[in-house]
């Protein structure tokens, strides 16, 4: 159980190019789903915060407008990487949190490494 | 301020050498604190939760404790196959959000 899907795993594209990112819970509803960025041997560095049906919630210096949450539904949650830059180059990662008392665990997805050109 | 401090930073072990990895944390009001295992171009998996001092959990070759202050994932006769990252996260309970912190991670290093 607690299966996280995430699409595409592999992004190569264009500078200017804007890139769709999305992250399903496949055998659970998710209230909240988070995104975070890694950089090689480094940890997971938290992007944003995303509840179904409210806005996201950013973390400070991470830009709303360049990378764009929606977090339609209980299940799907996208993250849009808007006119990507080589700088955004990275491995993203979703990952979801069941409804419930709020002291579960987070499930991840296995990540999408985009190279922008 | 919140904090979650992993250690070693790189751990290597020949296989079948039994060790444990550190998870110190500074937290208020703990609501959990979980263990994920994460291999190369890969997303964490998660293996524990722990949820009050005392706690033990099991999986394999793998046992995870936790204390008031930190917790450990005891790692008895490795194999290669268990070589990746190991991140430590911690869900404060303080804030309305359940905010989790990660830790920097061990990478584990197993060598036949």
């Known amino acids: 159980g607690a299966v996280v899907s995430q699409h595409p795993s592999r992004v190569i594209c264009k500078s200017g190019t804007s890139v769709k990112i999305e992250c399903r819970s496949l055998?659970?509803?998710?209230?909240?789903m988070f995104w975070y960025r890694q950089f090689p041997k480094q940890s997971l560095m938290l992007m944003a915060t995303?509840?179904?049906?409210?806005?996201?919630?950013?973390e400070q210096g991470v830009e709303k407008d360049k990378f764009l949450i929606n977090h339609a539904s209980l299940t799907l949650s996208t993250l849009t990487v808007t006119s990507a830059h080589p700088e955004d180059s990275s491995f993203y990662i979703c990952?979801?949190?069941?409804?419930?008392?709020?002291?579960?665990?987070?499930?991840f997805g296995d990540g999408t490494r985009l190279s922008i050109l | 301020e919140d904090q979650v401090t992993q250690s070693p930073e790189a751990l290597r072990l020949q296989e079948g050498e039994s060790s444990s990895l550190n998870c110190s944390y500074t937290?208020?009001?703990?609501?959990?604190l979980f263990w994920y295992r994460q291999d190369p171009g890969k997303g964490p998996e998660f293996l524990f939760t722990?949820?009050?001092a005392g706690e033990e959990k099991e999986k394999e070759r793998l046992k995870a404790t936790l204390t008031k202050k930190e917790s450990f994932l005891h790692i008895t006769a490795p194999k290669p196959e268990d070589s990746a990252t190991y991140l430590c996260?911690?869900?404060?309970?303080?804030?309305?959000?359940?905010?989790?912190?990660f830790g920097a991670g061990t990478r584990l290093f197993v060598k036949a």
């Open positions: 990952s979801a949190r069941a409804a419930g008392t709020g002291n579960q665990p987070q499930h």
């Open positions: 055998d659970f509803q998710a209230t909240t």
């Open positions: 995303s509840n179904e049906g409210s806005k996201a919630t950013y």
């Open positions: 937290v208020s009001g703990l609501r959990g």
């Open positions: 722990l949820y009050s």
């Open positions: 996260a911690v869900q404060e309970g303080n804030t309305g959000g359940f905010k989790t912190i």
